[in-house]
């Protein structure tokens, strides 16, 4: 694992130990200056948030996910774990949405 990839995972290892409404803001004070790390560990701890439903923890809306371009999925799979969380959670409320609607 190289340099900056340890520093993003003991920078998450430590916001795991924290509660959860002080993460966010230790994530920020480390990533001071580098906006890629710091959206990398916060799609990191979303997806590590365990869930009830999808109600209780909504996903991301389109506008406030990362890009992604083709160069960035090799290297950033928090990136691409966090699109996949999106749109699982987007189907299984579809799935809700319609079976609700089609109840008498």
């Known amino acids: ?15 795991l130990k924290l509660p959860p409404e002080q ?3 230790h994530c920020a004070a480390e990533c001071v200056g580098d906006s890629r790390l710091r959206e ?3 799609a990191r701890l979303r997806a590590a948030q365990p ?8 996903a991301p ?9 083709s160069n960035d999925l090799g290297e950033n799979w928090a ?7 999106f749109l699982r959670e987007a189907k299984a409320l579809i799935s809700e949405t319609t079976v609700a609607a089609s109840r008498p």
């Open 1 to 15: 694992m190289d340099e900056s990839r340890q520093r993003e995972q003991a920078i998450f290892e430590v916001a």
């Open 23 to 25: 993460r966010l803001a």
């Open 40 to 42: 990398r560990l916060e």
């Open 51 to 58: 869930t009830a439903s999808p109600a209780e923890n909504p």
């Open 61 to 69: 809306t389109l506008a406030e996910m990362p890009s992604l371009s």
């Open 79 to 85: 990136d691409v774990l966090t699109a996949y969380n």
